[in-house]
Structure formats: structure tokens, C-alpha cells
């Protein structure tokens, strides 16, 4: 469990930064900043928002469609679970 809640600290934290992230487009939009800046900073939170989403759909496949709790689903369910999963991230 300690690990769970280590991870879950990691991911929050993450969070922290993004929310940190849009705060400083919100100043630089106020501002009137150089939408060059600004589009840095906009990039900056895709990538942040990006490696979220990466490491939260690794955990999910790594715990919950490989997982050693699977009794009963069908390889095919796990694939199409995964496909959507996959499908879903790269919208």
C-alpha cells in the first residue's frame, strides 16, 4: 500500500505543476506577453499533460488489464479494453 500512496503523491504533485503552468499562460495572456512566450508555455503543458496521461494509462494497464485479477475476462476483452484505452490517449 505505501507504494500506492507514493505514486499517488507523484501524480498530484504533477498536477501541481500543470495547474502552476496554466496559472503563467493566464499572466502572460493578461499581460499582453509575445504569443511566441505564450505558445511555449502552451506547449510546456501539453507535455506535462501528456506525461500525466502516459504514466496513469501505464499504472492502468500494468495493474488492471495485466493484472493478476483478470480470472474470467477473455484475452479478447483485455485487447479491446487496451485498444480503447490506446484510442482514447491519442484524441
Same mark, same amino acid.
Given at each position: 500500500m505505501p507504494n500506492i500512496e507514493k505514486e499517488k503523491q507523484k501524480l498530484v504533485a #504533477?498536477? #501541481?505543476r500543470i495547474r502552476g503552468q496554466? &496559472? /503563467?499562460? +493566464? #499572466? /502572460?495572456?493578461? *499581460?499582453? &506577453?509575445?504569443c511566441a512566450d505564450i505558445l511555449m508555455l502552451l506547449a510546456n503543458v501539453r507535455g506535462g499533460i501528456?506525461?500525466?496521461? *502516459? $504514466?496513469v494509462l501505464e499504472d492502468h494497464v500494468r495493474h488492471h488489464i495485466a493484472g493478476e485479477?483478470? /480470472?474470467?475476462? /477473455?484475452? +479478447? +476483452?483485455? *485487447? $479491446? &479494453?487496451?485498444i480503447d484505452l490506446v484510442r482514447a490517449y491519442l484524441k
Open positions: #504533477r498536477i #501541481r496554466v &496559472d /503563467s499562460i +493566464e #499572466r /502572460s495572456l493578461t *499581460a499582453g &506577453d509575445d501528456n506525461s500525466l496521461m *502516459a $504514466e485479477d483478470k /480470472s474470467g475476462v /477473455s484475452r +479478447e +476483452e483485455l *485487447a $479491446e &479494453d487496451l
